[in-house]
T-cell receptor, first 113, second 113 residues
Framework: GAGVSQSPSNKVTEKGKDVELRCDPI?????LYWYRQSLGQGLEFLIY????????KSGLPSDRFSAERTGGSVSTLTIQRTQQEDSAVYLC???????????FGQGTRLTVV | AQSVTQLGSHVSVSEGALVLLRCNYS??????LFWYVQYPNQGLQLLLK??????LVKGINGFEAEFKKSETSFHLTKPSAHMSDAAEYFC???????????FGQGTRLTINP
């Protein structure tokens, strides 16, 4: 596609439920990143994919968070047993190679009630 | 560890006035430096970046930034503010070989008519 696409754009879920957030990167981009944007913490790195492997997952806040990428393209971020502190905007970005311009999607706003 | 400090969470200028958004970073190696802009309910858009070479970098929408190694700064400027510049601006750093961006806390720019 023309840009990074994220779905859903908004998600409201009950505490304790699992959620899946999807990211479609720009075609041909080998690098994919997930970030979280929240009022108290600003923009935080979560995980980086190069192809289907994740050489840096140092930002995942707990074992409730996981992510995968298949076919070197689509990525899914899964949050299990959601908590209220998980409420944030989750941003996905992709780039042709690391350290060059990263293109961001519009984000998924997650609200845990 | 890398860190980015943006001085001033809110900056307000008059239309036509100079815009100056401050960014200081810490990095143990020469960094790559970026400025991103975020409009309400949208993702991040790259304004400009410094990787190597000329230390004065020109970006989109009339913005520019100067990398000053001795001051570990990368301040963003625009000679004449326009109403459409109202947004949140993020400074970010990455180290060569490290794929993730480390962001500052952001500066919200307001333009007064």
């Amino acid at each position: 596609g023309a840009g990074v696409s994220q779905s859903p754009s908004n998600k409201v879920t009950e505490k304790g439920k699992d959620v899946e957030l999807r990211c479609d990167p720009i075609s041909g981009h080998t690098a994919l990143y997930w970030y979280r944007q929240s009022l108290g913490q600003g923009l935080e790195f979560l995980i980086y994919f190069q192809g289907n492997s994740a050489p840096d997952k140092s930002g995942l806040p707990s074992d409730r968070f996981s992510a995968e990428r298949t076919g070197g393209s689509v990525s899914t971020l899964t949050i299990q047993r959601t908590q209220q502190e998980d409420s944030a905007v989750y941003l996905c970005a992709s780039s042709y190679r690391g350290n060059t311009e990263a293109f961001f999607g519009q984000g998924t706003r997650l609200t845990v009630v | 560890a890398q860190s980015v400090t943006q001085l001033g969470s809110h900056v307000s200028v008059s239309e036509g006035a100079l815009v100056l958004l401050r960014c200081n970073y810490s990095s143990s190696v020469p960094p790559y430096l970026f400025w991103y802009v975020q409009y309400p309910n949208q993702g991040l858009q790259l304004l400009l970046k410094y990787t190597t070479g000329a230390t004065l970098v020109k970006g989109i929408n009339g913005f520019e930034a100067e990398f000053k190694k001795s001051e570990t700064s990368f301040h963003l400027t625009k000679p004449s503010a326009h109403m459409s510049d109202a947004a949140e601006y993020f400074c970010a750093v990455s180290e060569w070989g490290a794929q993730k961006l480390v962001f500052g806390q952001g500066t919200r720019l307001t333009i007064n008519p």
